[in-house]
Nanobody, 119 residues
Framework: QVQLVESGGGLVQAGGSLRLSCAASGRTFSSYTMGWFRQAPGKEREFVASITGIGGITDYTDSVKGRFTISRSNAQKTVYLQMNSLNPEDTAVYYC????????????WGQGTQVTVSS
């Protein structure tokens, strides 16, 4: 069982930056691929970024490449999402998720943190 708690959301002006954090419980954090997803009002939840537990291989959706950076600390059991050059289209609830490296689906989800970007 993995519990995830996000933090770091807030209100920021366009062009600004935010850093999201996701703290995980459990003893085998490095066994999980961690992901960030987001859901804007009236839209479906979408994938933002992911990072593997071993090797730290990252993946991003095209709309955030070059602006967002996902990273993790296995010692701290925490995954981060550094978001730069934010624009109003990035406004959403951001969710942290975890899946075992052998699994296809993310089985564990945080409660979400709101990110609002004003123009």
């Amino acid at each position: 069982q993995v519990q995830l708690v996000e933090s770091g959301g807030g209100l920021v002006q366009a062009g600004g930056s935010l850093r999201l954090s996701c703290a995980a419980s459990g003893r085998t954090f490095s066994s999980y691929t961690m992901g960030w997803f987001r859901q804007a009002p009236g839209k479906e939840r979408e994938f933002v970024a992911s990072i593997t537990g071993i090797g730290g291989i990252t993946d991003y959706t095209d709309s955030v490449k070059g602006r967002f950076t996902i990273s993790r600390s296995n010692a701290q059991k925490t995954v981060y999402l550094q978001m730069n050059s934010l624009n109003p289209e990035d406004t959403a609830v951001y969710y942290c998720a975890a899946r075992l490296m052998s699994a296809r689906e993310y089985a564990y989800w945080g409660q979400g943190t709101q990110v609002t970007v004003s123009s």
